[in-house]
């Protein structure tokens, strides 16, 4: 309106689809329709008369575009409250949409900190940079007597030390001049006082706002909110390039890390409500652990047992490299660059590689026979059965292990921890079944000097 010189009063929202707009006569009512109104093709309008206070014309979004955002703003949602998730550093956290405006969070896991937890998924994280109005009355204001177009709001600061809560207000204009989500980053690092502080950097377009804000409003101060709490209110001493900006706060270590990541993770495009929040005890997963462990213990006898009765010595020691193969997955989860987690589809994936190695086995094996009944002595049919069976495992193995990294890389929860369980087996089970069984029979052929091959 303003670049198409319509004059109007006041605009504001009336429903939460719809706002309301105040002409000063009808002829600019009239303007607004030829020359704006075409430019708002996501609104209709509603309704256009004359009342007590101007001029109003009502304009209402359309049901799709509202149903769209909707299911935007949840999409937004799950994603944001993911990557909180993901920093705050649980194992495999599983969250999905249920419903069309429900979203289940799952943190498996978490004991202590389930509180801190819960507030750093339902935190706006909206970030604002608004003018403090130095010219109205705060004292008017705090009585109610609000100028138009600014509101009231604190900075709450609490002394680490005693627990004390003060609370400051400004009278800050409605009007954003920039918002948080143009930040590339947030971090937290002392003062010179040393008291924590969060230092935030901007993109490229977020910089060249922030400059050009701090620009016109030198000498002004310019209150840093985050959900409608003031943090710091600075005055603007020069023009800031560069694109960085700092809060200041009394803040404790925690609050300011929970602080900054939430900035990092974006702020949520609603504010969401907590409407359940169960702690489900071990119990229930301890039996189905149990449940798991037994079945890949029992599937082991059965492939070790089956191979001694069919390969003789042979299938003893390809038994010896499914143990060792066992360990050496487990091994690798606990490694301390990994930390991976056994999920129940993560036993799943155990004892699908189980069989799969025992498999890698059974090529060799098969090789080696085809050898010796054509003739070769047993040396060189088993150095003929692993270089025939090589490629045959590579490739199976591999293409197994590439069809598993997407689900590593876009998978969640369960599908993430079988899939990673299931890359770490197959690798494993490559490495035991060409080296570790190869060593074993080097070892009975070169220093006991085993002339016959039981296979």
């Given at each position: 309106?303003?670049?198409?010189?319509?004059?109007?009063?006041?605009?504001?929202?009336?429903?939460?689809?719809?706002?309301?707009?105040?002409?000063?006569?009808?002829?600019?009512?009239?303007?607004?329709?030829?020359?704006?109104?075409?430019?708002?093709?996501?609104?209709?309008?509603?309704?256009?008369?004359?009342?007590?206070?101007?001029?109003?014309?009502?304009?209402?979004?359309d049901?799709?575009?509202?149903?769209?955002?909707?299911?935007?703003?949840?999409?937004?949602?799950?994603d944001?409250?993911?990557?909180?998730?993901?920093?705050?550093?649980?194992?495999?956290?599983?969250?999905?949409?249920?419903?069309?405006?429900?979203?289940?969070?799952?943190?498996?896991?978490?004991?202590?900190?389930?509180?801190?937890?819960?507030?750093?998924?339902?935190?706006?994280?909206?970030?604002?940079?608004?003018?403090?109005?130095?010219?109205?009355?705060?004292?008017?204001?705090?009585?109610?007597?609000?100028?138009?177009?600014?509101?009231?709001?604190?900075?709450?600061?609490?002394?680490?030390?005693t627990?004390?809560?003060?609370?400051?207000?400004f009278?800050?204009?409605?009007?954003?001049?920039?918002?948080?989500?143009?930040?590339?980053?947030?971090?937290?690092?002392?003062?010179?006082?040393?008291?924590?502080?969060?230092?935030?950097?901007?993109?490229?377009?977020?910089?060249?706002?922030?400059?050009?804000?701090?620009?016109?409003?030198?000498?002004?101060?310019?209150?840093?909110?985050?959900?409608?709490?003031?943090?710091?209110?600075?005055?603007i001493?020069?023009?800031?390039?560069?694109g960085?900006?700092?809060?200041?706060?009394?803040?404790?270590?925690?609050?300011?890390?929970?602080?900054?990541?939430?900035?990092?993770?974006?702020?949520?495009?609603?504010?969401?409500k907590?409407?359940?929040?169960?702690?489900?005890?071990?119990?229930?997963?301890?039996?189905?652990?149990?449940?798991?462990?037994?079945?890949?213990?029992?599937?082991?006898?059965?492939?070790?047992?089956?191979?001694?009765?069919?390969?003789?010595?042979?299938?003893?020691?390809?038994?010896?490299?499914?143990?060792?193969?066992?360990?050496?997955i487990?091994?690798?989860?606990?490694?301390?660059?990994?930390?991976?987690?056994?999920?129940?589809?993560g036993?799943?994936?155990?004892?699908?590689?189980?069989?799969?190695?025992?498999?890698?086995?059974?090529?060799?094996?098969?090789?080696?026979?085809?050898?010796?009944?054509?003739?070769?002595?047993?040396?060189?049919?088993?150095?003929?059965?692993?270089?025939?069976?090589?490629?045959?495992?590579?490739?199976?193995?591999?293409?197994?292990?590439?069809?598993?990294?997407?689900?590593?890389?876009?998978?969640?929860?369960?599908?993430?921890?079988?899939?990673?369980?299931?890359?770490?087996g197959?690798?494993?089970?490559?490495?035991?079944?060409?080296?570790?069984?190869?060593?074993?029979?080097?070892?009975?052929?070169?220093?006991?000097?085993?002339?016959?091959?039981?296979?």
């Open positions: 309106m303003k670049d198409e010189r319509v004059r109007y009063v006041d605009v504001h929202r009336n429903k939460a689809d719809s706002f309301v707009i105040f002409f000063k006569d009808a002829d600019q009512a009239s303007l607004f329709d030829q020359k704006v109104l075409e430019k708002l093709p996501s609104f209709k309008k509603v309704s256009s008369e004359q009342t007590e206070k101007g001029f109003e014309t009502e304009l209402q979004l049901p799709k575009t509202v149903e769209s955002i909707k299911q935007k703003a949840v999409r937004q949602a799950v944001t409250i993911r990557n909180r998730v993901d920093a705050f550093g649980v194992a495999e956290p599983d969250v999905v949409i249920q419903g069309t405006d429900r979203i289940v969070v799952q943190l498996p896991g978490l004991k202590e900190d389930v509180n801190r937890a819960i507030d750093i998924i339902r935190k706006t994280a909206r970030l604002e940079f608004r003018l403090v109005d130095e010219k109205g009355d705060l004292n008017a204001a705090l009585k109610g007597n609000v100028p138009q177009g600014d509101e009231v709001l604190y900075e709450i600061n609490k002394n680490p030390r627990g004390a809560v003060t609370r400051t207000p009278l800050v204009k409605k009007q954003v001049l920039l918002t948080g989500d143009l930040l590339t980053d947030a971090r937290v690092h002392p003062d010179r006082g040393g008291r924590m502080v969060i230092g935030m950097d901007f993109n490229r377009l977020g910089a060249q706002q922030f400059e050009r804000v701090t620009g016109e409003h030198v000498r002004e101060r310019l209150a840093i909110v985050l959900d409608n709490r003031v943090y710091s209110a600075p005055v001493k020069d023009r800031i390039a560069g960085s900006a700092i809060i200041e706060g009394m803040f404790s270590p925690e609050e300011a890390h929970d602080l900054a990541l939430v900035l990092r993770a974006g702020s949520l495009p609603a504010p969401v907590i409407l359940e929040n169960r702690t489900v005890g071990p119990s229930l997963g301890e039996d189905s652990i149990r449940s798991g462990r037994n079945a890949i213990v029992l599937g082991m006898l059965m492939i070790i047992v089956g191979m001694a009765l069919y390969y003789k010595w042979s299938g003893l020691v390809a038994d010896i490299a499914l143990l060792f193969n066992l360990v050496l487990f091994a690798v989860m606990v490694s301390p660059g990994l930390r991976a987690t056994l999920t129940l589809p036993l799943a994936g155990a004892a699908l590689t189980i069989g799969m190695a025992i498999d890698h086995n059974v090529l060799i094996f098969e090789r080696v026979r085809e050898e010796l009944r054509s003739g070769k002595t047993p040396r060189i049919a088993l150095e003929n059965g692993y270089t025939k069976a090589f490629s045959t495992i590579f490739d199976s193995t591999s293409t197994t292990i590439l069809a598993s990294l997407p689900l590593i890389q876009f998978g969640t929860g369960p599908i993430k921890g079988f899939a990673v369980t299931l890359c770490i197959l690798s494993a089970s490559m490495f035991t079944a060409l080296f570790v069984t190869r060593a074993i029979f080097d070892y009975f052929f070169q220093v006991k000097r085993v002339k016959k091959l039981s296979v």
